[in-house]
DNA sequence: TTGCAATGTTACATTTCCGTTACAGCGGGC
DNA sequence: GCCCGCTGTAACGGAAATGTAACATTGCAA
């Protein structure tokens, strides 16, 4: 049985409507109406989506949904918001924040079962966390460390990310755009020039004594990350 | 440039702000009113991106979508549909009916473009990234690699190009306005002679050791790839 | 063979793409 | 509050790729 997590301020009509929903639609739901609160039930029952309301008392919605895509453990968990502003720049916001997508109230039932099932067939469960080995390479996500022939490397949260993903892919191209979607998050919207910074700083990480074999640039196509050197 | 085409009843802010918000993003917009004429500017113009709204004249948004997504060869054209505020019921319809997403109106700029950037980076994927083989030759399209006995060819993107439709094409006479068609591009004027020139910079880059026979020149017609030499 | 048109080859200016650096904004930790 | 690390954007310079033109060569026909 699948679960989600409502996290949703003092609403009557909308709790009972998703709770219909979505156990019709096959899903167990537990509630809670505070934001920190729903980052402690989220680490403990490891819920298949949130859904989360745009006000919230403690926190906004948006700042918990943030949150949520900025912690590794939870960053492949997949976030609806629930918004009852039409105005689109809190939209934008929304899904910048990391909200893989969100429903403006009202909604009906079958909405959002359409939803809930269109975020969970698009996203891709992210890989385990397993030790990840190429080549010299080490990587070890559960402890955000990468080592290279004993040597412990020194890199920011996206370069970490991004060596993770090429090392998980490796040997194959990824253009700009697939690397914003995967690295970065489907919803973000940053310039794809940005990639050729983080690749550089992961360059220069990698780069440990003489130079970098892994990273290779394919003019006009993207980046490919090679196993063997 | 990458293009798209607005299928919109007569509502000049939309319009308008769409080709705003297109044309800064890099994109060249075509737009009719009429879903049976989108149909064919479809076919005509082949274009990366469709946005319906979801009220049509002749044929609703939703019937719009659903045909594209019927036939075969605009099933991985990417269509985001456009509807008013406070139909959800209808906005559920759009999604099932095959739409990839959609924006309720009113939306800004921002929203539009980062929708857009989303929905294309979602369908980069499904590329055609088959390894193609012929006698000697391995053109592997993930990777942008060509390979001859164990021995990468180096060339340029254009050559690739030219190199893999001849591969996926071979033993057949192309002139160079076909040649130019289907590796530059229907819509991009270049000198004819400008074939020629890729051609011998292919050759060039096919020349392992000996001369190349793979690529003959038919006086008066065009090129012909060999599959067998 | 000669002449002409088609094609091969090379050179070069322009454009596009990428590496690199600098910097301002933002949030977290103290 | 302040400091500091991380992030995304902009700007600049250089390298690769492209398209055009000029010249050389080939092939066909008269």
Redesign the interface.
Known sequence: MRSLILVVEDEAPIREMVRFAAERAGFAVAETGDAERALVEVADRRPDLVLVDWMLPSMSGVELARRLKNNDSTRSLPVIMLTAR?E??D??RG??SGADDYI?K???P??LI??IK?VLR?YRPHDDDAAVVCDDLSLDPVNHRVTAKDAVLDMGPTEFRLLHFFMTHP???Y?R??L??QVWG??V?VDERTVDVHIRRLRKALDVHGHDRYIQT????GY?FSSKG
């Open positions: 039409g689109e720049d939209r934008v899904l910048e403006t009202p909604f009906s079958r909405e359409a939803r269109a698009r040997d194959r191209v253009s755009d697939q914003l979607d489907q919803n919207y394919v003019r006009g196509s490919r």
